[in-house]
């Protein structure tokens, strides 16, 4: 079994939490307010849950998921994160976030930004288009009909294929979207964001997805 850090306690993070203990892993899990924050929740997940700091989470988790809005990237550690998978469930919320023109004009995305911040790391998408409560509710075993998909997308096909591993572990198919200069297509507003997609259905709809575009 694999130790899964988690930086991010919120509704994805706390999810993906019930999610991969229900599989047999560890993990270490923080907040931006403090282990002792979270001792409700350690509770309620069990002995394989233990509260920690982000770096502490980052030091321990042999994979680790960050799920924190996109103003929080510059707290994420770097050191620890050195060489290890990186799940990145961020999405862009201009209304939380603020406008970034980059993000705005399509020439940047999230999880590119996350790579920049983690230069060693090797980040991959994931768990940024279903909603929280249906990580732990929609997964059917494989070969299942009409067995719902989520997409991912890597520089690092190593990274990819852990997500690929742990999504079908957890119930969904996967659709590989590409290097992060791709990940765009599954991101809000577009076709394949947040509704229930078999694998078909998803690559129909990273195919319509359409981008803004930088502005003269």
């Not at 047999?24 to 001792?39: F, K, M, Y």
């Not at 742990?166 to 590409?178: A, E, K, Q, S």
Request: proline share 4%; no cysteine.
């Amino acid at each position: 079994m694999t130790t899964i850090g988690i930086i991010g306690a919120g509704n994805i993070g706390s999810q993906v939490a019930r999610a991969v203990i229900g599989l047999g892993h560890d993990v270490v899990i923080s907040n931006s307010r403090g282990p002792e924050t979270l001792t409700d929740l350690v509770g309620e997940l069990g002995a394989k849950a233990k509260a920690a700091t982000a770096q502490e989470a980052a030091a321990a988790g042999e994979v680790v998921v960050v799920t924190v809005p996109l103003g929080a990237i510059p707290s994420i550690p770097v050191d620890e994160l050195a060489g290890k998978i990186v799940i990145d469930t961020n999405n862009y919320y201009f209304e939380r976030d603020g406008h970034i023109e980059a993000l705005d004009n399509g020439v940047d995305t999230v999880n590119q930004m996350l790579q920049r911040h983690l230069p060693t790391s090797k980040v991959v998408k994931g768990f940024n288009h279903i909603m929280a409560k249906d990580i732990t509710t929609d997964g059917t075993p494989a070969g299942t009909e009409n067995r719902r998909a989520l997409a991912t997308s890597s520089d690092y096909e190593e990274a990819a294929e852990f997500v690929q591993g742990l999504y079908d572990d957890l119930g969904f198919d996967t659709v590989n979207v590409g290097p992060l200069s791709e990940s765009w297509r599954v991101e809000r507003d577009q076709p394949a964001y947040v509704v229930r997609q078999n694998r078909d259905e998803l690559i129909e709809n990273l195919a319509k997805a359409t981008r803004a575009t930088a502005t003269a």
